[in-house]
């Protein structure tokens, strides 16, 4: 049974940085993707990035060029480092994976999902 957990969360003030990471830890297949979503009070799940087993990397348009998603896989971890941080960016952070392998991570199906870390960004 795969488990994820996310750390890394902290309130910081607008246009500063964060790396936020999750770490793997059970049986894990390196060929399945990965991804960071994220909640704000009120509003739906949103995707941020995903990561494919060969290194793709989508992000959602309000996210593309200040958030990176990247994976150590000697690690089992997988990191988000957030740059250029905006207040609409405060959020609960969650890391998951599929369980199996997708021909498009970013329209997969997430099964296994962390508990979350939470993200506030003062203006």
């Known amino acids: 049974q795969v488990q994820l957990v996310e750390s890394g969360g902290a309130s910081v003030q607008a246009g500063g940085s964060l790396r936020l990471s999750c770490a793997v830890s059970?049986?894990?297949?390196?060929?399945?993707?990965m991804g960071w979503f994220r909640q704000a009070p009120g509003k739906a799940r949103e995707k941020v990035a995903t990561?494919?087993?060969?290194?793709?990397?989508p992000y959602a348009d309000s996210v593309r060029g200040r958030f990176t998603i990247s994976k150590d896989n000697a690690k089992n971890t997988l990191y988000l480092q957030m740059n250029s941080l905006k207040p609409e960016d405060t959020a609960v952070y969650y890391c998951?994976?599929?369980?199996?392998?997708?021909?498009?991570?970013?329209?997969?199906?997430?099964?296994?999902w962390g508990q979350g870390t939470q993200v506030t960004v003062s203006s």
């Open positions: 059970g049986y894990f297949t390196r060929r399945v993707c």
């Open positions: 998951a994976t599929t369980d199996s392998r997708w021909s498009s991570c970013w329209s997969a199906e997430y099964k296994t």
């Open positions: 990561i494919s087993s060969v290194g793709s990397t």
